[in-house]
């Protein structure tokens, strides 16, 4: 078995194949797991809990939301305790590589694929290290979790209704003193509006005593001329009082899925994993949690086939032909009714009207607890507004 990518999908499925017994090979094109690592990582307790991840790739825990704009405006919400981490993405990726090769897996790091093609019953991928070398890779199956990249998947097939969108990012990791970061700890921080970040949002995230994470992050408009992300990011530096701020690293990136999630997830012995089949979802830019679950889903069916005679394809493949449903329903169909309003409200935010129809849903938020908007922000609970928030998901309004 070989997979392309040591990311959270590729390293959490051969970590549970490794267990199982399976020859696994992991290759990822970045040299160290640790570098960038692009990605806000916001997660809520129940998925720390989940998959079990460790104190060591977890940077912060937060307890409450503030949600400042559109305008100058704030508005905050607080719970008695901790309902979510911010992750360590660097450590995160490092801790499931090393989970997976202590269950036996083989890992290759500075490895690029390159492509691939049918050969025999299985896949002959050709790839590049680091020297620049070139060479081939034989194996049964191969499963593409390179992420957004699709390196080997490639683009999906056109579909009238369900683009692929996407959504570029820029985050700086930042040294503060300690009265800046009690400013910001304990919560996850959003800034909404178009005079914040256009088509898009920004946030400050708490990465443990004296580091904040800053990001800003829109949806890419080919219809519209957009301003530059930093010039974006030094702006939203600027107006939260952190411009003078020590900058630890810097790194961006891109998020890309459809909606509805339509496109082929196998083409013969090579599967889609993650990023590579659109796990990740727009509203707010998350991919770590869907990641993870896409892996749990493959995992077994691709057991059942290992398990009979090798996972020769015909019949003794058909399992295989039950992932993509069965992603969908771990996903819920929550997941596609986020993305649709995400490219509703962040592609239409770049203007006053835009303002204040996200002005009027916020105010609608104002009586609500913490947990009810952890619940509306990752579990897209947005049966919980009712009446006051079905207008604006919608359009009407």
Known sequence: MLVVGAGPAGAELARLLALAGVDVLVVDRLADLRQAAFSSAALPLAAVERYGLPPAVVAARWSGWQLVGPGAQGRQWSADQPLGAVLDFGALRQWLADQAQGWGARLQLGVTALGWQLEGEGACTWV??????????????????????????GEPSSCPGDPLVAGLGVEW???????AYAAWADRLSFFLGSN?????????FPMGPGQ?????CRLHDGQRRQPPLGQELQALLQRSGLAGAVVLDR??????????????HRQGPLIGLGDA????????????????ASARVLAPLLLQVWGDGGGQRGDRAKPLDRYPALLRR????????SGRLARRTWLGLAHAQADRRLERLLTGLQTKRAEDLSALLFDYRFERYGLKALPYLLGWR
Do not use: C, F, M, P
């Open 277 to 292: 089949v659109s796990t990740a979802n727009l509203l707010g830019g998350e991919g770590i949690r869907h990641a993870l």
């Open 173 to 179: 990791l930042l040294q503060v003193s300690s009265d």
């Open 251 to 264: 790194h961006g990136g891109r998020i890309r899925s459809t909606l509805r999630r339509r496109e082929a």
């Open 330 to 337: 771990e996903l819920g169909w929550r997941w596609s009714l």
């Open 212 to 216: 904040l994470k800053v990001g800003v």
């Open 128 to 153: 590049r290290d680091g020297s620049g070398g070139r060479r081939a890779i034989r194996s049964r199956w191969l499963v593409d979790a390179s992420g957004e990249s699709r390196a080997l998947i």
């Open 196 to 204: 914040w970040v256009q088509q898009g949002y920004g946030w400050v």
